[in-house]
C-alpha cells in the first residue's frame, strides 16, 4: 500500500520563505520541499483569492496564476500536463477566491536563489468562509508546528532522541522528520519562527475584525507598521456568522470552468451582509477613497505605501483610516503587495 | 579482517562429535577458511559445514515479533503468559495438546506445544527446533517430539513484560492478530447469537465495547453473563482477529472476563460518544476503526464519482451494461462519490452511498440523471459534484479499513461542518499571545 502524501498546510509566507528541497532514494520517490517549521511538503492545499492570471509563452500552454493569502502568495503554474487546470485557471476573472489541491515545486536560477510554486492538481472556486476557515485551519497547524520546532531546539537533543522527543509530544513521524531536517538546515530559525508567530497573529485578526474596525499590525509593509503600533490595539472581535450550506459555497454560478465567474461584487458582499447597517453610509467610505486613490496614482508598477498615505491624507484621511482601508482591501482580496512597501489593485 | 580461525574449526569438530560424526580437522579448516574468502559470514559458515558433514541444523534464534510463516528449526526464549490443555482428534486417537501464549521483550505469540513438557504457567523457556505455522492470520510457535524444550531461571527473561501486561491496553491501542490482549472495557451493546459450526449450532455473543479512545465490535464464543449493555467488565487474554477488515475483540474459551473494579463512566466515553472528530495522523495508523468520526477538507473528488451503473445480478459497477460476470445486463443506476479527506495531518478515501451522495450535493438519481443529459454524460455529473464539494470542510462517520488500495472509509453520515471564523481566529489569538511558555500541540483545541 503506498501511502497517500498528505496535503499540508503552510501560508505563503512560510512557503515562500521555504528553500529545503530534498528527496530520498531513486528518482522515482517523491521530492519535498522541508518549511522552517518542518512540513515536508510534497503536496499542500490552500484557498487564496487569484490576483493574476497570464498566459506565459506563445503557442506552448502555460499558465501562471498568483493566489493571495493575508500572509503573501502562491505561484501556480499549469502548464500542458495540466489540462483541466489550465482550462479551469484560464475560465476564471480575477479576482476570486480559488481552493487548490497541488504539488510543491521549485524553480532555481543561477544566482542561488530558489523560487517555490504549486503545480495544481485539482482547483475550484471557493467563497470568503472557506477561505477563513482556511486561515484558521492553517493557523492552528504552523502555531503547533511553531511549538514543536522551538521545543526541538531547547531540547538539545538529536536524531533518534529527538525524533521520539517530537513524537511524544504529538507529532507525526513525519513532521518529526522535517522538524529535524528544518532546524539543521535553517540558520536564524528562532528569529524566523518570530516572524511568522506575528504574521499568523496578523492573519488570524484580519478574521475579527471588521471593515471599520481593522485590527492593528498586520504586517502590510513597515511604513503601515509604524503606523499601526501607535494605535491602540481594539479589541474588536465579532462574529461572521460562518455560511455554509452546500448551496452558498457555489453562489449561483455554473461549475463548468469554461462559465466560472466570481464576480468582483459578489466578494464585497461576502465580507459585508453579515454587518449591521453602517453608521456612515453617505459618507465616502476610506476603503473606496483609498481604493480610488490606489487607482489613480498606479502608473503601472503599483504605488508605495508612503506615496498612498500622504495623498490619503491630503484627502482628509487620518493614519488609522488609511491603514485600516489598505487592510480591508488586502483582506478582501482588492488589492495586493507585489513588492515589500508597494500596493496594487488587482 | 582476519578471523582467527582456530576456535570455529574446533567448536565444529566437537559439535559433529555429539552425533559420532569425526572428519579431518584440515578439511574443515579448509572449507571454512575458503567459505570465509568467499566473505560467508562465519556463522553461516559453520552451519553449512555442520549440515554437510553432519547433518547437523543450528536453529535460528529468533524474537518473537520476528517470526515469519513457514520458518523452521528456530529458537526462541520467552515466558509462558498463559497454558491451556485441549483435547483433540489426531487420526481418531484422542490427544491432548497444549495451547497458549508466550511473550518475550518484542511481544507476545500463541504457541501449539504437541506434547507434554510439563509447562506452567510463568515459566521462562529455551525452546529450540520449533516451527511456525499460521493460525487464524498470525504466526504461531508449534514443538512437538523432535524440539527441545529448557526450563531457564525466571530471571532469564527479566524485566520482561509480565509487569506490562499487566497493564490493561486502550482499545485505540490495539492491532490487529494480537493475542494475551488485556483491556478494561464498557458493553455498549450486546446480543446472543446461535451460529451452525461443523460441530453443530453455538451459541455465541457479540456487540460493542467502548473506552475512552474508541470504540470496537467484540465476539465472544463462549456465552459470558457479565457481556451485558452496561456492564464495565476486564478483559484478559482475548486475542484480536479482523472482521471484515475491523479489528475485533475476540473472546474464546481460555478469555476471561470479570466484572471491573473501576467503572467507566459516562464522562470517560463523552468524546466518543459525541463522535468529536479524531486528527487523521493519529487514526490513519490504526489497523482499522469502528464508527469513528473525522473532519477536514474534501481537497479532491476521485475519478468515478456521481451516477454510475451497477449490474442487477451482483451489484458490480459496470460500464455500457456489460457486467464481467453476468455479460449483457440491464444496468441499474446508483450513485456515489469518492472523494479524499485530507486535513493536513493525514488523508483517507472517503465513499459516501447514494443517500448520502443526495445529502450532500441535493442531487437525487433523477436529478443526476437529468445533468447526465439524454447522452448519458457521466462526467458532466462528476464535474458537477466537484464544482460542488472541491474544498469544503466535511464531518463525517464510519468505519475505516486499510487496504491495498490505501486507507478508505465508509460513511456512515457526514455534514458540512461550520464553524465561526472571527470566534474561533479571537481563541486562537488568545493562545498565542497569551501562552508564550505553553508548549503547543498538547492544548486542548475545539477545533479537534
Known amino acids: ?86 482550462v479551469f485557471l484560464s475560465g476564471l476573472d480575477v479576482p476570486c477566491f480559488v481552493a487548490i489541491t497541488g504539488k510543491a515545486r521549485t524553480y532555481e536560477p543561477e544566482d542561488g536563489t530558489i523560487y517555490t510554486s504549486v503545480r495544481p492538481e485539482e482547483l475550484n472556486t471557493a467563497n470568503d468562509s472557506i477561505r477563513d476557515r482556511w486561515i484558521v485551519d492553517t493557523a492552528r497547524l504552523t502555531y503547533e508546528r511553531i511549538g514543536l520546532v522551538r521545543s526541538a531546539m531547547d531540547s538539545g537533543l538529536k536524531g533518534d532522541e529527538l525524533t521520539d522527543m517530537l513524537v511524544q509530544s504529538g507529532a507525526s513521524p513525519k513532521l518529526a522528520n522535517g522538524i529535524l531536517r528544518a532546524v539543521s538546515h535553517y540558520t536564524d530559525l528562532d528569529k524566523y519562527l518570530n516572524t511568522l508567530s506575528g504574521v499568523i497573529v496578523d492573519a488570524l485578526k484580519n478574521l475579527t475584525s471588521d471593515d471599520q474596525y481593522p485590527s492593528p499590525g498586520t504586517g502590510i509593509s513597515h511604513a503601515m507598521e509604524e503606523v499601526a503600533r501607535s494605535k491602540p490595539a481594539e479589541d474588536m472581535v465579532k462574529e461572521t456568522p460562518a455560511r455554509y450550506s452546500i448551496e452558498d459555497t457555489q453562489p449561483a454560478q455554473s461549475t463548468e470552468p469554461e462559465n466560472a465567474r466570481v464576480a468582483g461584487k459578489e466578494i464585497d458582499n461576502g465580507t459585508t451582509d453579515s454587518e449591521p447597517a453602517r453608521p456612515e453610509e453617505d459618507k465616502p467610505e476610506p476603503d473606496e477613497m483609498v481604493y480610488e486613490l490606489m487607482g489613480i496614482m498606479d502608473k503601472g508598477n503599483g504605488v508605495p505605501v508612503t506615496e498612498l498615505v500622504d495623498e490619503s491624507k491630503r484627502s482628509g484621511l487620518t493614519d488609522e483610516q488609511v491603514d485600516g482601508a489598505v487592510k480591508t482591501l488586502m483582506s478582501e482580496g482588492r488589492c495586493y503587495e507585489p513588492r515589500i512597501g508597494v500596493l496594487r489593485r488587482v | 579482517m582476519e578471523v582467527k580461525i582456530a576456535p570455529h574449526v574446533d567448536e565444529i569438530i566437537r559439535a559433529l562429535g555429539t552425533t559420532g560424526t569425526t572428519v579431518n580437522q584440515a578439511i574443515i579448516k579448509e572449507e571454512l577458511t575458503r567459505l570465509l574468502e568467499f566473505k560467508v559470514p562465519v556463522e553461516e559458515a559453520k552451519r553449512s559445514l555442520l549440515k554437510k558433514y553432519g547433518n547437523i541444523d543450528i536453529p535460528s534464534v529468533k524474537k518473537l515479533s520476528e517470526l515469519g510463516a513457514g520458518e523452521r528449526n528456530i529458537e526462541v526464549t520467552a515466558r509462558i503468559l498463559e497454558i491451556n490443555t485441549k483435547v483433540v482428534g489426531i487420526k481418531e486417537q484422542e490427544r491432548t495438546i497444549f495451547m497458549g501464549t508466550m511473550v518475550d521483550e518484542t511481544g507476545a505469540r500463541s504457541f501449539t506445544a504437541w506434547d507434554d513438557f510439563g509447562l506452567e504457567k510463568g515459566d521462562v523457556v529455551k525452546v529450540t527446533s520449533a516451527y511456525v505455522r499460521m493460525w487464524q492470520g498470525m504466526p504461531e510457535i508449534n514443538f512437538g517430539a523432535r524440539s527441545k524444550v529448557e526450563k531457564l531461571d525466571s530471571s532469564a527473561l527479566e524485566p520482561l513484560l509480565s509487569k506490562d501486561l499487566e497493564r490493561p491496553v486502550l482499545l485505540a491501542e490495539l492491532k490487529e492478530g494480537e493475542p494475551a490482549v488485556h483491556t478494561i472495557i464498557r458493553i455498549m451493546e450486546s446480543a446472543q447469537q446461535e451460529i451452525n459450526t461443523k460441530n453443530g449450532p453455538r451459541t455465541i455473543v457479540t456487540g460493542t465495547a467502548i473506552d475512552s479512545t474508541a470504540k470496537l465490535p467484540f465476539t465472544s464464543w463462549v456465552p459470558s453473563p457479565e457481556l451485558t449493555a452496561g456492564n464495565t467488565v476486564e478483559i484478559k487474554n482475548a486475542y484480536m482477529r479482523s472482521w471484515q477488515g475491523i479489528p475485533t475483540i475476540n473472546m474464546g474459551e481460555f478469555t476471561s472476563v470479570s466484572h471491573s473494579e473501576t467503572p467507566i463512566d459516562d464522562s470517560d466515553i463523552a468524546r466518543v460518544m459525541d463522535h468529536v472528530p479524531i486528527r487523521l495522523d493519529k487514526i490513519t495508523n490504526r489497523d482499522g476503526a469502528f464508527d469513528v468520526s473525522i473532519e477536514g477538507n474534501i481537497i479532491s473528488v476521485r475519478p468515478g464519482s456521481g451516477l454510475i451503473t451497477r449490474c442487477p445480478e451482483c451489484n458490480r459497477v459496470i460500464q455500457k451494461n456489460i457486467c464481467r460476470v453476468h455479460g449483457l445486463v440491464k444496468g441499474r443506476n446508483d450513485m456515489r462519490i469518492k472523494y479524499i479527506l485530507d486535513d493536513g495531518t493525514g488523508a483517507l478515501t472517503v465513499v459516501l452511498g447514494a443517500d448520502l451522495t443526495q445529502k450532500v450535493t441535493g442531487y437525487s438519481i433523477e436529478k443526476a440523471r437529468e445533468v447526465a443529459g439524454a447522452d448519458m454524460n457521466l462526467s458532466a455529473v462528476e464535474e458537477k459534484i466537484r464544482g460542488k464539494l472541491m474544498g469544503l470542510s466535511m464531518r463525517m462517520r464510519g468505519n475505516m479499513t486499510k487496504g491495498e488500495y490505501g486507507i478508505t472509509l465508509v460513511a456512515s453520515d457526514v455534514e458540512v461542518t461550520e464553524i465561526k471564523p472571527a470566534a474561533a481566529a479571537a481563541d486562537l489569538i488568545k493562545e498565542i499571545e497569551g501562552a508564550i511558555h505553553h508548549s503547543p500541540g498538547q492544548g486542548d483545541s475545539d477545533l479537534w
Open chain 1, 1 to 86: 500500500m503506498v501511502e497517500r502524501e498528505v496535503a499540508w498546510r503552510v501560508f505563503a509566507h512560510e512557503f515562500i520563505h521555504s528553500d529545503y528541497f530534498f528527496h530520498d532514494g531513486d528518482e522515482f520517490s517523491p521530492n519535498y520541499l522541508v518549511t522552517p517549521t518542518g512540513a515536508r511538503v510534497n503536496r499542500l492545499y490552500f484557498v487564496g483569492v487569484l490576483t493574476e492570471i497570464d498566459n506565459l509563452g506563445a503557442g506552448e500552454d502555460m499558465w501562471r496564476a498568483r493566489v493571495s493569502d493575508p500572509t503573501g502568495a502562491f505561484s501556480v503554474y499549469a502548464g500542458q500536463y495540466q489540462p483541466q487546470a489550465s
